[in-house]
Nanobody, 126 residues
Framework: QVQLVESGGGLVQAGGSLRLSCAASGRTFSFSNRAMGWFRQAPGKEREFVAG????????PYADSVKGRFTISRDNAKNTVYLQMNSLQFEDTAVYYCAANSRYYTDTARASYDYWGQGTQVTVSS
């Protein structure tokens, strides 16, 4: 069974920073061969792509709304993917989900991701 467990969410003031982590586990899950991604869902809105990272970190696409403020990274030795979020804005308030892509290269489509974490709440106060 594959598990993705997010951590690091919380309440922060606008302009502040948070670092999300996602630890992957599972006997048949090959983390280092998969692209990973972060999505978010605000109340009443669709779940949207935030950032992705290819299997080796060579490709890291971002949503326009977070470009220059968020940084995705991964540590294949620890089966963990991170999302460093700086200059947080009220509009970044959402539940953030970690997801594993079914392929080694990344993309922004939700349908390409076949495993999901339970989500972690990020709340930015204005």
């Amino acid at each position: 069974q594959v598990q993705l467990v997010e951590s690091g969410g919380g309440l922060v003031q606008a302009g502040g920073s948070l670092r999300l982590s996602c630890a992957a586990s599972g006997r048949t899950f090959s983390f280092s061969n998969r692209a990973m991604g972060w999505f978010r869902q605000a109340p009443g809105k669709e779940r949207e792509f935030v950032a992705g990272i290819s299997w080796n970190g060579g490709s890291t696409p971002y949503a326009d709304s977070v470009k220059g403020r968020f940084t995705i990274s991964r540590d294949n030795a620890k089966n963990t993917v991170y999302l460093q979020m700086n200059s947080l804005q009220f509009e970044d308030t959402a539940v953030y989900y970690c997801a594993a892509n079914s392929r080694y290269y990344t993309d922004t489509a939700r349908a390409s991701y076949d495993y999901w974490g339970q989500g972690t709440q990020v709340t930015v106060s204005s």
